[in-house]
């Protein structure tokens, strides 16, 4: 199970930081991303981290302004969202993937989702 937390308004220019909390065991042996869905449209991958936390992958669109880590001894993950624009708003998701290979990240496949967190960014 995934827990996600620290949605919330935020000004453009603004920073945010998510948190994502797993439950169960074998956390390490997980890839995590994080996805987000806007008003109208359809869910898109933001971000994802291997199994390991040492390789990240992101989209284009928050290159150099958000950041995505994990702490397998605490079983989370977060997204740190820095210079936030008004088209950053959206349902914010978590997601896990199990993966056999530690350097593996994944934009798509997600099997468990967390329940998702409002961010709303004010121009």
């Known amino acids: 199970q995934l827990v996600d937390s620290g949605g919330g308004l935020v000004q453009a220019g603004g920073s945010l930081s998510l948190s994502c909390a797993a439950s169960?065991?074998?956390?390490?042996?997980?890839?995590m991303g994080w996805f987000r869905q806007g008003p109208g449209k359809e869910r898109e991958f933001v971000a994802a981290i291997s199994r390991g936390g040492g390789i990240m992958k992101y989209a284009d669109s928050v290159k150099g302004r958000f950041a995505i880590s994990r702490d397998n001894a605490k079983n989370a993950v977060y997204l740190q969202m820095n210079s936030l624009k008004p088209e950053d708003t959206a349902v914010y998701y978590c997601a896990a993937k199990r993966s056999y290979i530690s350097t593996s990240v994944y934009d798509t496949g997600y099997e468990t989702w967390g329940q998702g967190t409002q961010i709303t960014t004010s121009a």
């Open positions: 169960g065991r074998n956390f390490n042996t997980y890839a």
